[in-house]
């Protein structure tokens, strides 16, 4: 299956082919949507049939091996093996994701400490961070965060294999999200001369495309477990 979303992240259309059906939903030959996975939701959009009809797409999740599976409205009509369709996403809503992921990737670099956990969102994220030493003070992390938004670093993808990563155990940050792995090769994504991390969601190309954020709160989660919340600051 050609998964567009990991080389061209900026492409919100294409043609495709339905090659299964299931009750979760639509197989096709090749997608722009981007599945569950790594703390980011799926996309939702449509699929548009020859004929102009819109199926609406609410939801995106893995499945078997490298599928996508695009889940339907229950009461939207499946379109046969082998209909032609053109897949489009929700790009307004990507691109609010691909912005706050990238931003995490700066906050990850920011604070010592294992990232335990995190979700990526439209308005808010968070990470959950095992600090040994002092917790990070709000105002602070706010103005670190945002001067590595405005030096408008590049922000880049690439590919290792397996046995590079695990001779590189520091390039994964987080603890209970293992990178997409399996094909033999390991995607890296580079924020050049901030971060380097394994990690399969979609991204800026540059730090400034993420505009002003703010650091919402600090929750104590735990004993050493600190949940570091971040919001769009419009």
Known sequence: MDLIF???????ACDATVTAIDER???LDRTVFYPTGGGQPGDIGRLTLKDGTELAVVNTVKGEGDTVIHELADNAERPAVGTPVTAEIDWS???????M???????????EGKVTGGQVGTDKSRLDFDILGQVPDKDALTADLNRLIAEDHPVSARWVTDAELD???DLVKTMSVAPPRGSGHVRL??????DLQACGG?????????GA???AKIENKGRQNRRIVIAFDE
């Open 189 to 194: 994504i580079d924020v050049e001369g901030v």
């Open 101 to 111: 992921h990238t931003c995490l990737h700066l906050l990850s670099s920011l604070v």
């Open 6 to 12: 990991r080389t061209a992240p900026y492409d919100t």
């Open 25 to 27: 939903g639509i197989v």
């Open 213 to 215: 954020v703010k650091v």
């Open 202 to 210: 979609t991204h800026v190309a540059h730090t400034g495309e993420i």
């Open 167 to 169: 001779a590189q155990p």
């Open 93 to 99: 809503r990507r691109h609010r994701l691909m912005r």
